[in-house]
């Protein structure tokens, strides 16, 4: 699920080399909020700082729904936010898109270009949630599972309906599902670095 780069309708900035500009033009002094520290979002939000040399502000919240709420508000500019979250305030202009993080635009917000499009490529990323087993489940049960899933994945129906929230199911090999958890992990890790991200 890819994220998109929201902001409060009075912001200065109606794509995203703007916002870069603006951000450059004025450090620290646009505010991003997030879901908490580590977060997604917060961690799409720090991607972004890096990516496009934008000295934004992380404000953390207690959830989305908090964060939204203040963007909604104007006490804070932007989101990295999930595409179910927002869309519905995007539709009804309370909020502007102005990327998708995915590496394809997205079915529910086809008119919105991924930062790819918008010149920031090294802001292509997504949410995913994949399913784990223990280490003691034999080979053949994960792979018969796995089999199964990949089978849900390929309805129509199915793939519609999450499409329809800006979703993209992936039935993927066991192989390929770890393979793809420590890419993510070391890529995540070097954010965690750059940007001396801390629980505390």
Do not use: C
């Amino acid at each position: 699920m890819p994220h998109v780069v929201v902001a409060n309708p009075s912001l200065q900035a109606n794509t995203l080399a703007e916002l870069t500009a603006l951000a450059r033009a004025q450090p620290e002094t646009l505010h991003f909020g997030s879901a908490g520290v580590g977060s997604s979002v917060h961690m799409v939000g720090e991607l972004y700082k890096m990516a496009a040399q934008a000295p934004t502000v992380h404000i953390p919240y207690r959830g989305s729904s908090a964060a939204t709420n203040d963007l909604l508000g104007g006490q804070i500019q932007l989101l990295f936010e999930n595409v179910p979250t927002t869309i519905g305030y995007i539709e009804a202009k309370k909020l502007k898109a102005l990327a998708i993080t995915g590496a394809t635009r997205s079915p529910a917000l086809p008119d919105v270009p991924t930062a790819a499009e918008a010149g920031l490529p090294g802001l292509t990323a997504t949410s995913w949630t994949t399913l784990a087993a223990s280490k003691d489940v034999p080979d053949a049960l994960i792979e018969k599972i796995s089999a199964d899933l990949r089978r849900v994945y390929a309805d129509p129906a199915f793939r519609a309906g999450l499409e329809r929230l800006g979703m993209t199911p992936v039935g993927n090999s066991p192989a390929e599902a770890r393979e793809f958890v420590e890419r993510e992990r070391a890529r995540w890790n070097k954010v965690i670095e750059t940007e001396h991200i801390t629980a505390g």
